[in-house]
């Protein structure tokens, strides 16, 4: 615009005038990508002070059903001596199911933990979990919403555990239930670098007994206080490593980020998902816009995650969110944002509306086609298009098909 421009006016800052139009403007800033490294210093969690008090845990997925119905592995870690339980586990259990294996795996063997971070996974999201912990005394420190990488070191094991199932399978064939406890084995007995040691020797204080080790182990014997004082140096030199480890990762990590913060009452616009067939707060199409908004800030919480007011279209959707899918809005006081009347019940609900039927689809599956249709729903000057099921929509809205 500048150089269009200069070529037929000119007046006194003109060059810095146009770049404070163009960063004012409301659908740049919604559409255009950032050039910038991204927002937000590393964070590491505290180390813990003993072992099994402070634990992560996730779900692997998607894998093949064997012959016993499992379909997915709980993993769990010790965030300190990294010793981890791999657990085989159904999707489909219920969360009543899933708090019993938790006592019989985790409890049984290590006693109730102080801490358990994981993700937003919606078996820990859940209620009954929530409840659960609770009444054990037991803190849930759950990621930020679409930030996934608040616990590297399970995400990490993930991928070293689906390698090795690959191993076994590809090797020795059969289930893959089957080499779970042999894997899990394998783990715990290697030697790790943020340790400097195996997890078994972090633990325990002393090297697995395997083929390798059985006469060292054997004839080295060790009773009364030597071995709690044993035990209680190996702690301490694991936590010594551990942080050495986490300086060296947050030097490296900070290189390539840039520090950003924001304070209460600021808006920003939230970084919306481009990707084909994914869908992130309505939003599901590669054209549409990579930032919704803005929102008001409300409140900061920890060093990098803001909880934003969000509008009641988004009610469904977690308020706390990494710095790095913020974005700070420009205020333009020529520009006066729209906002769309709603007008709640008695009971602080509102009502939407289904405007009519867009386009018929039917989804085919192994054993029969389920029809959808695709709906498109009016509140005041917003409208959003969802897939629904023909059958319901025909139950609850028969004027629509008239």
């Given amino acids: 615009m500048y150089h269009d ?4 006016v000119w007046w006194p800052g003109m060059k810095n005038y146009i770049a404070r139009f163009i960063s004012r403007c ?7 990508a950032q050039r910038q490294r991204p927002g937000g210093l590393l964070q590491p969690l505290p180390i813990p002070e003993w072992k099994w008090e402070d634990i992560s845990m996730d779900f692997i997925t998607g894998l093949p059903r064997t012959p016993r119905g499992h379909d997915a592995i709980w993993v769990i870690v010790d965030r300190l001596t990294k010793v981890a339980h791999f657990i085989p586990y159904k999707e489909g259990h219920s969360t009543e199911k899933m708090a019993r294996i ?19 996974d919606s078996r820990f999201v859940s209620h009954f979990w929530k409840g659960f912990q609770q009444a054990l005394g037991t803190d849930l420190n759950l990621s930020t919403a679409y930030h996934p990488t608040t616990d590297g070191q399970t995400e990490r094991v993930n991928q070293i555990l689906q390698d090795m199932l690959r191993c076994y399978i590809l090797d020795y064939k059969g289930a893959w239930d089957e080499h779970l406890p042999l894997v899990e084995f394998a783990y715990n007995n290697s030697y790790q670098e943020s340790l400097k040691m195996a997890p078994f020797e972090a633990l325990y204080g002393r090297r697995c007994r395997t083929p390798l080790y059985w006469l060292e182990v054997g004839e080295k014997v060790i009773l009364g206080p030597e071995l709690l004082q044993e035990m209680e140096e190996a702690t301490k030199k694991t936590r010594l490593q551990l942080s050495r480890v986490i300086e060296r990762q947050r030097k490296y990590a900070n290189q ?9 009452g600021d808006q920003v616009f939230l970084k919306v998902s481009p990707t084909p067939g994914v869908k992130r707060f309505g939003r599901h199409h590669k054209l549409s816009p990579r930032f919704v908004g803005p929102y008001v800030i409300s409140e900061r919480v920890g060093g990098s995650a803001y909880r934003l007011e969000l509008p009641a ?24 944002l729209e906002e769309v009347p709603v007008i709640p019940e008695a009971n602080l609900s509102y009502l939407i509306e289904p405007s009519k039927i867009v386009e018929y689809q039917e989804r085919k599956l192994r054993k029969r ?3 959808m249709v695709k709906v498109l729903w009016v509140h005041g000057k917003s409208e959003e298009y969802t897939w629904e099921l023909e059958s319901d929509m025909r139950n609850k809205y028969p004027q629509l098909f008239s």
Avoid: M, W
């Fill in 5 to 8: 421009l200069k070529q037929i």
């Fill in 26 to 32: 409301l659908t740049c800033q919604k559409v255009k």
């Fill in 102 to 120: 938790y006592v019989s795996e985790i409890v049984r063997l290590h006693g109730i933990p102080l801490r358990i971070v994981s993700d937003r």
């Fill in 256 to 264: 390539r980020r840039r520090p950003l913060e924001f304070v209460v």
């Fill in 313 to 336: 279209s988004l009610a469904g959707v977690h308020d706390v969110f990494h710095v790095s899918q913020l974005r700070k809005y420009i205020h333009d006081p020529n520009r006066v």
């Fill in 369 to 371: 086609t389920i029809p």
